[in-house]
């Protein structure tokens, strides 16, 4: 099938409950958000812990808007959460999609990063008994290419139905930047791929119920591919950058510096380097089309390399702030999210450069303001800033968090008795830190700054 960009504004199903399968970073909010619609919305997931949050009144997620959301959706009657799904109108897959652990692919030498759908089979299964004749299914978990028609449509297919004739199915992506969910949600524009058209039709009625962004139909494999892409392109431009930060240490260049300059050019954007790339979007879905594909994609393959291994550039980093031997070195990191102003751990090459460090000897004090006093990857956060400040001979930025760039250095210096600084994410002016008190050792910049 080639892409389909006609649409019929005519609606082909009259929606008044929704199960949605997941209740992470993108199904609780796309719940909720339909359950503010007025649709009475079924909210499932295979955590009891998650279920008995939400029914106590909490909620797992930090994300800016989602909590009065999620409370009035619930006050409302329209949300509610179960373990398992109920019969409904449509059935929306959240759930997770992350990597085999410790099972990789290997083409030509070279291993690869292989998709766990498990948690995709499982949700396909459990609305097996609840499927019902004109029923809408859409998978929006990140998957690699033709999951929808090669995995979802046969498992559903066991009930006797065809996919496209008796049931509508969809592929649709999320498309939104953690921290700003609640907003993109409602206004970026939505891709729906059907196995058919009248599925993509189907699935557009659906999201036209609170989308405000363009909705473009097309089929299900080449919203996969979109959805892929996306990141993939991202990723790629980071590794450019990542890249050439090492090239600038080699050369004795300010990295920073030089991107500046080089974007003042009126068709080049070059991206910031940093300790790697995290998230559960683009550090994980070049490897879908890398596993689909490997014998065509050595790009981005090559790209993930240097992303993943930019961790131990920042290794290399701290050696020459604090010498070759780390062993029995305190040092203060500061930040574990994946991105600034986030919450969200997963994949996070903060975790990894922390993780390194551990296994150099190093005693590391960690602060994350969004997971205070908690284990995170087997790593504990400290209580507070002040109590990782005060044991720390040096200072590593990981994550550039508002609250972090906002830190005065010259109260820094009266809480620790640190006066060096790593910075990898160019959060700190080095002068300003300079006068305080402090070296400061950026990545991408090989001549540190002197006091």
Known sequence: ??????????????????????LGY??????????????????????????DTLRNGGIHIQEPGLRTVVESAIRS???????????????????????????????????????????????????????????LVVLESTSPPRTTL???????????????????????????????????????TRVIGGVNPASAQAGRDLY???????????????????????????DINIATANEFSRLAEKFGVDVWKAIELANRHPRVNILDPGPGVGGHCI????????????????????????????????LQKIRQALGVQLAGKRIAALGLAYKPDVDDMRESPAVRVVQKLKNEGMEVFCWEPFKPDQLINGIKVSPSLESVLKEAEALLLLVNHTAFRALDPGQVSKMTPARIVIDTVNGWDP?????????????????????
């Open 1 to 22: 099938m080639s892409g389909w960009v006609e649409r019929n504004t005519g609606n082909l199903l009259n929606f008044k409950k929704i199960c949605v399968l997941g």
């Open 26 to 51: 993108i199904g609780l909010p796309t719940a909720s958000t339909f359950a503010a619609n007025g649709l009475e919305v079924l909210g499932v997931d295979v955590n009891p812990k998650i279920i």
């Open 77 to 135: 009657g329209n949300l509610t959460v179960a373990a398992i799904p109920e019969m409904a109108d449509a059935f929306l897959i959240a759930v997770p999609t992350p990597f085999l652990e410790a099972e990789f692919g290997e083409f030509s030498g070279h291993k690869y990063k292989r998709a766990d759908m498990r948690a995709v089979t499982a949700a396909a299964e459990a609305i097996l008994p609840c499927l019902r004749s004109g029923n």
């Open 150 to 188: 090669d995995l979802v449509a046969p498992i559903l297919e066991r009930s006797g139905m065809k996919a496209g004739k008796d049931f509508y199915l969809c592929y649709s992506p999320e498309r939104v930047l953690p921290g700003q969910i609640m907003r993109e949600l409602i206004e970026n």
């Open 208 to 234: 036209a119920l609170f989308v405000k962004g363009e909705i473009i139909e097309t089929d299900a494999t080449t919203a996969e591919m979109v959805k892929l892409m996306e990141n993939t392109f991202r």
């Open 283 to 314: 550090s994980v879905d070049p490897w879908f089309l890398v596993e689909a594909a490997p014998e065509i994609t050595p790009l981005i393959y090559q790209a993930r390399m240097v992303n993943d291994g930019q961790p131990e550039f920042v």
């Open 431 to 451: 002068l300003q830190w300079n006068k305080a008190g402090f070296k400061v050792f950026r990545l991408g910049d090989h001549q540190q700054s002197s006091i």
